[in-house]
């Protein structure tokens, strides 16, 4: 089956550490997306990237990290200079918008991720 | 600044209802809107789009409407069912260009339906 998967799950970290987490779609999409979700907040969009070896910042991007090397894989790092990062992650991709009249975006199952 | 504006954080319809679910943006480059509808402690599903160069477009109980002159989509789900209850996120794409294909959402309306 095709799809975006996202894991894990649920995450827990202590204040101060990096974690990862790990986004793969089997799409064949070119253009990977990764969002935070807080309640009332809505998604605001943290790093994307339309090509391999390629990614820019969102609207929310300092305290975060990402890496592209693979069409297929999108992992976002949470650094310990992200202020408040307890919330619910998404991670999302899109076809190439040359292919399409739009920019339908498919969107994983989320990692919640806790800060103890 | 939020770009895509959704005033309604929550709505409450009865069983077999109309719901209207409104969504205001201030861009105006955007030229395809979509909803997505959310569970919680789930990613978001596509519901419905729309372009720019229509006014309206209808998937079986869904129906977007767009006003361009307003800056204004609504969504209507005829009739509503308690499975509709959800969050929905309207989002706007403002094509090719300076925003680079990506969504801007709204911050999103929580839909109850109640029997």
């Known amino acids: 089956d095709g799809g975006i998967t996202q894991s894990p799950k649920y995450l827990f970290r202590k204040e101060g550490q990096n974690v990862t987490l790990s986004c793969e779609q089997n799409l064949n999409h070119d253009a990977m997306y990764w969002y935070r979700q807080d309640p009332g907040q809505g998604l605001r969009l943290i790093y994307y990237?339309?090509?391999?070896?390629?990614?820019q910042k969102g609207d929310i991007a300092e305290g975060y990290s990402v890496s592209r090397e693979k069409k297929e894989s999108f992992p976002l790092t949470v650094t310990s200079a992200q202020k408040n990062p307890t919330a619910f992650y998404l991670c999302a991709s899109s076809p190439p918008l040359a292919g399409s009249a739009y920019n339908e975006q498919f969107f994983g199952p989320g990692t919640r991720l806790t800060v103890l | 600044d939020q770009q895509v504006k959704q005033n309604s954080p929550s709505l409450s319809v009865q069983e077999g209802r109309i719901s209207i679910l409104n969504c205001d943006y201030t861009?105006?480059?955007?030229?395809?809107f979509l909803w997505y509808k959310k569970y919680p402690a789930e990613g978001p599903t596509f519901l419905i789009s729309i372009s720019s160069i229509k006014d309206k477009n209808e998937d079986g109980r869904f129906t977007v409407f767009l006003n361009k002159s307003a800056k204004h989509l609504s969504l209507h789900i005829v009739p509503s069912q308690p499975g509709d209850s959800a969050v929905y996120f309207c989002a706007a794409e403002g094509g090719r260009g300076s925003t680079l294909g990506r969504l801007y959402f709204g911050r999103g309306t929580q839909l109850t339906v109640w029997p």
């Open positions: 990237s339309q090509i391999v070896n390629d990614f």
């Open positions: 861009n105006s480059m955007f030229d395809y």
